[in-house]
């Protein structure tokens, strides 16, 4: 069976149900998933998943989030060829950097030598029903790029 870790950080919980929506879609492709929190998560945790993915809200000016930066900085340092990757994220286009953190997820992940699997998902504040089709359709992605 394959697996996936899903890696977030929200602070208001929308990037945090994002990630049950990816998950919810993951397991019913037959994919084991488990969830963590940035802070009890390490970048090497990476290692033992076929799908690796990370959901962040974007904070600051266009930053990751404090709670995330340790593991943002450690995730380059994994060698993570052959696996899969994929990044999802709340933001607010109020701001000019919108979104931002997921943009720097994607180029972090690309240093790992993981491959991408879907494009990045932006969601603006509270995920609407567009937003749950296309996280769904991103796990779909992720799936069908597994074993290529
Ligand atoms: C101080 C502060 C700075 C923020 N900066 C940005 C930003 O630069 N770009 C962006 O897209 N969203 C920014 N946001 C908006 C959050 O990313 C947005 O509210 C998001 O929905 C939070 O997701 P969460 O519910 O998972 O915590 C900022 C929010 C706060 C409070």
């Known amino acids: 069976m394959s697996s996936a870790l899903i890696v977030f950080a929200s602070l208001t919980g929308s990037t945090e149900e994002c990630a049950d929506f990816v998950a919810e879609k993951l397991e019913e492709l037959g994919i084991a998933v488990d969830i963590m929190d940035s802070t009890q998560a390490s970048a090497s945790d990476f290692q033992n998943y076929d799908l690796c993915i990370v959901g962040s809200y974007t904070y600051g000016e266009g930053e990751i989030p404090d709670e995330m930066l340790d593991f943002y900085e450690d995730l380059a340092q994994e060698d ?35 491959t991408q699997g879907s494009e990045n998902v932006k969601i603006e504040l509270m995920a609407e029903d567009q937003d749950i089709e296309n996280l769904h359709k991103f796990a779909e992605e992720l799936v069908q790029n597994l074993g290529k």
């Not at 993570?80 to 000019?96: A, M, N, Q, R």
């Open 80 to 114: 993570l060829t052959g696996k899969i990757f994929g990044v999802f994220g709340s933001g607010d286009s109020y701001y000019e950097f919108y979104c931002n953190a997921v943009l720097l997820f994607e180029e972090q992940f690309k240093k790992t030598g993981a």
